[in-house]
């Protein structure tokens, strides 16, 4: 989604010298930093998620296969999106070719709506078991058939990214020579009517629709009695404490994508309605951008923190796991030192370990 490069198209242009980095090693090293923190957790994290629900089947329910979704998408986040954005806000130019340049903006793009998506999709299927609670409750297979259509939708709205990326390159007056990626557009106003219709479809809509389910849900659970079908004590066990649990858990996740995408939403509309000088421009680029993106990343990462703080289940699964994890690593070590220590045995044991044993044994031979 990186659609704020400069977007004229400039074939063998040339420019004078430039940095090969944009910032001090100083600052670069702090960026560098605080994005390798958050891909170890972001990583690390989504993984747990992943794991917990496939090896737990206590876990494979509709919420935790749309918790997975989500995962997954962080989890193509951080191994592809972050490393490109990290070089990219680091160095001038771009690094990764022709293919990457068209497909970067595709998959971030796509990872951002599918996440998004899946947000709204747990939503309703949170009202609907409030609400609804008669109802017929989505299958595994009807599950798996949204988070398909959740990211067949995500890729088909993304597609234009790909078609209109390209590299140019410029080359320097010092010899050298970068390369950029940059949109070329039929028109202005259609680069301006697809960003506009992005953002309302990726991020204002999807956002007001969840937010508004779960306020529904909200008043529904805080007041139940003013319920006909909720004043059954069937229908009210339902709404339990650990449902209640898992709406906040979800409403946190929907709250949190909000305002950790807003800042990079804003920088993204500003630069394409507003009008800023050059200055405005340089710094928005090389310091306010990398910073806005690595607020994003920390969605991402802070993902499975919310799950294990608001969920039991989780908690208890990613304790599990790593324990499982900790102790098969100790008989690892206890089987490695007790290999070592056999083997020193035996070449002690063959080994002649005084002159009289070594006189014996040229004797026999």
Same mark, same amino acid.
């Given at each position: 989604?990186?659609?704020?490069?400069?977007?004229?198209?400039?074939?063998?242009?040339?420019?004078?010298?430039?940095?090969? +980095?944009?910032?001090?090693?100083?600052?670069?090293?702090?960026?560098?930093?605080?994005?390798?923190?958050?891909?170890?957790?972001?990583?690390?994290?989504?993984?747990?998620?992943?794991?917990?629900?496939?090896?737990?089947?206590?876990?494979?329910?509709?919420?935790?296969?749309?918790?997975? *979704?989500?995962?997954?998408?962080?989890?193509?986040?951080?191994?592809?999106?972050?490393?490109?954005?990290?070089?990219?806000?680091? %160095?001038? @130019?771009?690094?990764?070719?022709?293919?990457?340049?068209?497909?970067?903006?595709?998959?971030?793009?796509?990872?951002?709506?599918?996440?998004?998506?899946?947000?709204?999709?747990?939503?309703?299927?949170?009202?609907?078991?409030?609400?609804?609670?008669?109802?017929?409750?989505?299958? @595994?297979?009807? $599950?798996?058939?949204?988070?398909?259509?959740?990211?067949?939708?995500?890729?088909?709205?993304?597609?234009?990214?790909?078609?209109?990326?390209?590299?140019?390159?410029?080359?320097?007056?010092?010899?050298?020579?970068?390369?950029?990626?940059?949109?070329?557009?039929?028109?202005?106003?259609?680069?301006?009517?697809?960003?506009?219709?992005?953002?309302?479809?990726?991020?204002?809509?999807?956002?007001?629709?969840?937010?508004?389910?779960?306020?529904?849900?909200?008043?529904?659970?805080?007041?139940?009695?003013?319920?006909?079908? %909720?004043?059954?004590?069937?229908?009210?066990?339902?709404?339990?404490?650990?449902?209640?649990?898992?709406?906040?858990?979800?409403?946190?996740?929907?709250?949190?994508?909000?305002? %950790?995408?807003?800042?990079?939403?804003?920088?993204?509309?500003?630069?394409?309605?507003? $009008?800023?000088?050059?200055?405005?421009?340089?710094?928005?680029?090389?310091?306010?951008?990398?910073?806005?993106?690595?607020?994003?990343?920390? *969605?991402?990462?802070?993902?499975?923190?919310?799950?294990?703080?608001?969920?039991?289940?989780?908690?208890?699964?990613?304790?599990?796991?790593?324990?499982?994890?900790?102790?098969?690593? @100790?008989?690892?070590? +206890?089987?490695?030192?007790?290999?070592?220590?056999?083997?020193? %045995?035996?070449?002690?044991?063959?080994?002649?370990?005084?002159?009289?044993?070594?006189?014996?044994?040229?004797?026999?031979?």
């Amino acid at each position: 989604m990186d659609q704020f490069v400069n977007n004229t198209t400039v074939a063998d242009h040339v420019m004078g010298a430039m940095p090969f +980095m944009k910032h001090s090693p100083l600052v670069a090293a702090v960026f560098t930093a605080f994005y390798v923190v958050i891909f170890v957790l972001g990583v690390t994290g989504n993984l747990l998620v992943c794991v917990v629900v496939i090896k737990d089947r206590s876990m494979r329910t509709v919420t935790n296969y749309f918790i997975v *979704n989500l995962a997954v998408s962080d989890l193509l986040v951080m191994l592809i999106c972050l490393p490109v954005t990290l070089v990219e806000n680091l %160095l001038t @130019g771009w690094r990764f070719g022709q293919a990457m340049c068209k497909l970067y903006p595709v998959i971030q793009g796509a990872t951002v709506g599918a996440s998004l998506f899946t947000l709204v999709a747990i939503a309703a299927d949170r009202y609907k078991a409030v609400l609804h609670a008669t109802s017929k409750k989505l299958s @595994g297979c009807s $599950t798996l058939c949204v988070v398909a259509v959740v990211w067949v939708l995500a890729l088909a709205i993304m597609i234009p990214q790909g078609l209109v990326r390209r590299e140019n390159w410029y080359y320097l007056t010092d010899g050298n020579n970068v390369v950029t990626c940059t949109e070329k557009w039929l028109n202005e106003i259609y680069r301006k009517l697809y960003f506009g219709s992005l953002f309302m479809i990726c991020y204002a809509i999807p956002l007001i629709v969840a937010i508004v389910l779960y306020v529904r849900i909200g008043y529904r659970i805080r007041k139940p009695r003013r319920s006909f079908h %909720l004043s059954s004590s069937p229908q009210r066990a339902r709404v339990s404490a650990r449902k209640v649990a898992v709406i906040k858990m979800l409403a946190t996740v929907v709250v949190l994508f909000a305002v %950790l995408w807003l800042p990079l939403q804003t920088v993204f509309m500003v630069l394409e309605f507003a $009008t800023i000088t050059e200055a405005q421009e340089y710094v928005i680029f090389v310091y306010v951008y990398p910073i806005a993106h690595w607020l994003t990343y920390l *969605n991402s990462a802070l993902n499975p923190v919310v799950y294990g703080y608001f969920n039991n289940n989780f908690r208890e699964a990613f304790h599990g796991l790593i324990a499982t994890w900790r102790k098969n690593i @100790g008989l690892d070590s +206890m089987r490695k030192k007790a290999f070592i220590m056999s083997r020193r %045995l035996t070449r002690t044991t063959k080994t002649p370990t005084s002159p009289t044993q070594q006189i014996q044994l040229t004797t026999i031979n």
